[in-house]
């Protein structure tokens, strides 16, 4: 029974009924040392009596090591890894180290994670308990947390115990990787029962120092325990300045400095060992001289719990008062006997104890801990190689392996999201060479770093002035540098940095037929589109790109250019791939062209269902860029939907995300849809400010054309014929040099709403003639719409009908509901009481949201729910909860009549 946790002991109770009765959930509860989380842990544990059990604590000697922690919880199930899809057992056994890990993914490890859980959860309800979880390894938090996010419909249920990480603490900073989970706040007891427990285990207490243990105490329940064990020896008053973890740490220090000193050196072992595994320990002792008796001793005195085969302290704090009260050189001796009893059986912990053990420059255990860290870099876990790189620094013993190894550090903390460390790690290694390539390598990665935290255009600066240092001694390094300098001078609108880039791309002496010649011809292209300079469209489809990095710029180049059914043909074999592959990093990218190539086309739906998937794994693998672009995209989807709510949702933090970072472009397709909410509504006024502020895209290109059709109307509908005049003469200035095929129709449409009713009807036949903007259906539907209001004004009201009637059949097909409504708005004006707008809802198809669409278009191939979760990221459970509403909707009861469903959009 816990005193005074009522509540809290609820919401476990609660939490594992919910996983009984096959609905998953996820729960942090987070509180400072001694509060009572591993108490409500167990107590999870006993309640969850009859279900499997999975428990792991973090232990501060491993929070280096990838995947450590994961490792341990799935201890008792991994021979059940074999059971996983390929792609996922072969991610899973790689971070485990059980075989080659050929560049791990998180992003997989988690869905594996995910996977293996959900199959647990078949055969019986499954409860995973993480105790000390500011201590378990960057990667392993990943995982559980993308697991976490996704158990809705799979009996399982995560409980992760973790303190608040504070700016002294030296352990990982996993508060922030939880936040997204939900969160139990655990304050100290209620003053009658802190003082019920004070009175249950302390009886003898004297009544003039139970209320200054109260005071002290602070209702944290394991110093209501541990400090009337002290009350003789110091103040427990609350007028002591220390945090209460270090008063508790205090009185574990006096209870083993109490013990024998061959006692007080065993928990120093067990303490420097930090796993717990009672052979190592021994083993080590043993070099040492300490008798096995010494153990008895330390379990006696109830500092430590023993079992069978392994040893754990009875609190953390008990481990760090063990450690932090032996003097220096006796911790060195620990870790040097445990470095030698560990060499040959497990190289990582081996490398840092004999790192540990070092007085001064080593170099042997800083190339051991170099190793470490590149085998950490290959199973993705980059927060691990930072601290293996730069602690192999200090103990390098010349100023060029120093510099080396702080840049490699440097570029693997950037990877990891320590944008701050990072910075300091290239200023630390800068100091120590003047080696041209280390210095671009650094120039590279504070290039990085820059664009990360939103400022491109010194990334670019950065970046060029990094490559014309090696352009003659490495023209390989130096060409990619300045392919992705082009990159970073494009998204923050420099054109002259780009001009600069590219120019000193041309000069570089790298042979015609270099692998990495089409990539330096896309960054041409590439800086031709955002300068505006003519373009050879020939060049758009001259190229066969193989690589991700070739598929993504051409991809994203034939999108900008508005050739949709190429851009949609490459984003396609890049989804593909990417999946096969398992470049789940690289996915989010792949499937935002694919995104916009189908938006192109006017196959909405089929946009917003790559598109929420792109989200969900951008913001999984933080990457806000593309994260910022597809709220963009996604806000001008709802716009066409005439979905306020997540119009300006998503268009708003796309917005707040590009002030920020200082990226004009990537709030471009989100200030667009605000105002295309607003056209579509007739609020013109509000919509022409919009448009008159906003960042207008690339000269020339798809969206350029686009969205200044919407400014001109919107410029007309608001009263201001002037400036719809004078956008589009400059639509009209260098039609030639339009990318987008479908530019001279939008073009000739504008043309028709500025001109006199004798010259108007010219230009709309212009924009309507046959070939033009045929696989274009929105566009299309637009003219149609202006041409058909333009008829009804000039009283042809049957001509009127026929285009709307057409607008309206484009509108509904493509899923614009808002525009779909303002056809059959004018076809009503026009006297047309015989067509009833019908919403895209009254499909069947149209009635699913997007990731109802995608699991049943998978399903319908003959796919098993447990290839759709491989390729969507969820759950088989999951995917059968989606198939189990979707059936309904489209009325039907088997997935054998999925065949004979149109589910083409």
């Given amino acids: 029974m816990l005193l005074g946790r009522d509540p809290e002991l609820g919401v476990i109770d609660r939490l594992v009924d919910e996983v009984r009765a096959s609905t998953g959930r996820a729960l942090v509860l987070r509180g400072e040392p001694g509060i009572g989380k591993s108490a409500l842990l167990d107590h999870a544990r006993r309640a969850g009596r009859g279900m499997r059990v999975l428990r792991v604590a973090g232990v501060e000697g491993e929070a280096e090591l990838p995947y450590s922690a994961l490792h341990l919880l799935l201890r008792s199930v991994i021979d059940r890894i074999g059971e996983l899809p390929e792609p996922q057992a072969a991610a899973l056994r790689g971070a485990f180290g059980m075989e080659p890990a050929a560049g791990a993914d998180r992003f997989l490890v988690g869905l594996a994670t995910l996977t293996l859980l959900s199959e647990l959860a078949t055969e019986l309800p499954l409860l995973c308990l993480v105790d000390e979880g500011h201590w378990i390894d ?36 996993h508060a ?455 709220r963009g995209l996604l806000a001008w989807l709802a716009a066409l939907d005439g979905d306020d709510q997540r119009c300006v949702a998503y268009a708003d933090e796309a917005i707040r995300y590009a002030d920020d970072h200082r990226a004009p472009p990537s709030a471009a397709d989100a200030t667009w849809a605000l105002a295309l909410l607003d056209l579509g509504h007739g609020r013109y006024e509000s919509a022409l400010s919009r448009m008159e502020n906003r960042w207008r895209s690339w000269l020339y290109s798809t969206a350029w054309a686009r969205s200044t059709a919407d400014h001109v109307e919107a410029a007309l509908r608001a009263g201001e014929p002037g400036i719809a005049a004078r956008l589009v003469g400059e639509l009209e200035a260098d039609i030639g040099q339009h990318l987008d095929p479908c530019g001279p129709s939008i073009v000739a449409r504008c043309r028709a709403l500025v001109s006199p009713a004798e010259e108007a009807e010219h230009h709309f036949t212009t924009a309507l003639k046959p070939g033009a903007c045929e696989d274009r259906p929105f566009e299309r539907a637009r003219t149609l719409l202006a041409y058909g209001e333009w008829l009804r004004r000039e009283h042809r009201k049957t001509e009127a009908r026929v285009q709307l009637r057409a607008a309206l059949e484009l509108f509904q097909r493509t899923g614009a509901k808002l525009w779909a409504s303002r056809a059959q708005a004018e076809l009503r004006a026009t006297g047309d009481r015989s067509v009833t707008r019908v919403p895209a809802e009254s499909s069947p198809i149209g009635r699913l949201t997007p990731q109802e669409l995608q699991v049943v278009r998978l399903a319908a191939t003959g796919a098993t729910n447990r290839d759709i979760g491989a390729q969507m990221f969820l759950s088989p459970r999951t995917v059968a909860q989606h198939l189990y509403r979707a059936f309904p909707k489209l009325g039907i009861t088997t997935r054998t009549e999925l065949a004979a469903l149109d589910l083409d959009l």
Wanted: charged letters at 20%; proline letters at 5%.
């Fill in 138 to 173: 960057t990667a392993s938090a990943d995982a559980l947390r993308f697991a976490g996010r996704r158990l809705e419909h799979d009996p399982v249920g995560l409980i992760v115990a973790t303190r608040e990480h504070r700016e002294h603490d030296r352990s990982p900073d």
């Fill in 176 to 630: 922030r990787s939880f936040t997204d989970l939900p969160v139990m706040e655990l304050a100290g007891l209620p003053h009658d029962a802190a003082t019920a427990l004070l009175a249950q285990e302390a009886p003898e207490l004297p009544e003039r120092l139970r209320d200054r243990v109260l005071a002290a105490a602070g209702g944290n329940p394991l110093a209501l325990l541990e400090l009337p064990k002290t009350v003789g020896e110091e103040d427990p008053s609350g007028t002591d300045p220390l945090p209460i973890s270090e008063r508790l740490q205090h009185a574990f220090t006096g209870q083993i400095d109490r013990l024998e000193e061959t006692t007080r050196r065993l928990l120093v072992i067990v303490a420097a060992e930090g796993t717990g595994e009672l052979g190592t320990v021994m083993r080590a002792a043993d070099r040492l001289g300490v008798p096995t008796t010494a153990l008895a001793e330390a379990e006696q005195a109830g500092l430590i719990v023993v079992t069978a085969g392994s040893v754990r302290f009875r609190h953390p704090l008990v481990r760090t008062a063990a450690y932090q009260g032996a003097l220096f050189t006796q911790r060195q001796a620990v870790h040097q006997a445990l470095a030698e009893t560990m060499e040959g059986s497990d190289p990582h912990r081996w490398a840092w104890h004999l790192a540990a053990a070092a007085f001064g420059p080593d170099e042997r255990a800083a190339a051991a801990l170099e190793r470490t860290a590149e085998s950490s870099v290959r199973r993705d876990g980059q927060a691990a190689a930072v601290a293996a790189y730069e602690r192999a620094a200090q103990l390098s013993q010349d100023g060029p392996a120093q510099s080396r190894r702080l840049s490699a550090a440097a570029v693997a903390a950037i990877e990891a999201g320590q944008f701050q460390r990072a910075e300091g790690l290239c200023d630390a290694a800068e100091r120590l060479t003047g080696e041209p390539l280390v210095l671009a390598r650094l120039a590279n990665t504070r290039g990085r770093l820059e664009f990360e935290r939103g400022s491109p255009r010194v990334a670019a600066r950065l970046t060029i002035d990094g490559a014309a240092k090696i352009a003659v001694e490495a023209p390989e390094d130096a060409a990619g540098m300045l392919v992705v300098a082009t990159y970073y001078a494009g998204h923050g609108v420099d054109l002259p940095l780009a001009s600069e880039a590219v120019a000193l791309l041309d000069t570089l002496d790298l042979p015609a037929d270099h692998d990495f010649q089409p990539y330096m011809s896309q960054a041409r292209g590439f800086h031709k589109i955002i300068t505006g300079e003519a373009a050879d469209h020939a060049m758009f489809f001259a190229l066969r790109p193989t690589s991700v990095w070739e598929q993504t710029w051409t991809a994203r180049v034939l999108n900008v250019a508005g050739h949709a059914s190429a851009a949609l043909e490459m984003s396609m074999a890049m989804v593909a791939e990417t999946r096969a592959a398992r470049l789940i990093g690289h996915l989010a990218n792949a499937l935002f062209h694919q995104a916009c190539a189908q938006a192109l086309l006017g196959r909405h739906q089929a946009a917003a269902e790559s598109a929420e998937q792109a989200l969900t794994i951008a913001a999984d693998t933080g990457q806000g860029s593309v994260a910022t672009y597809l």
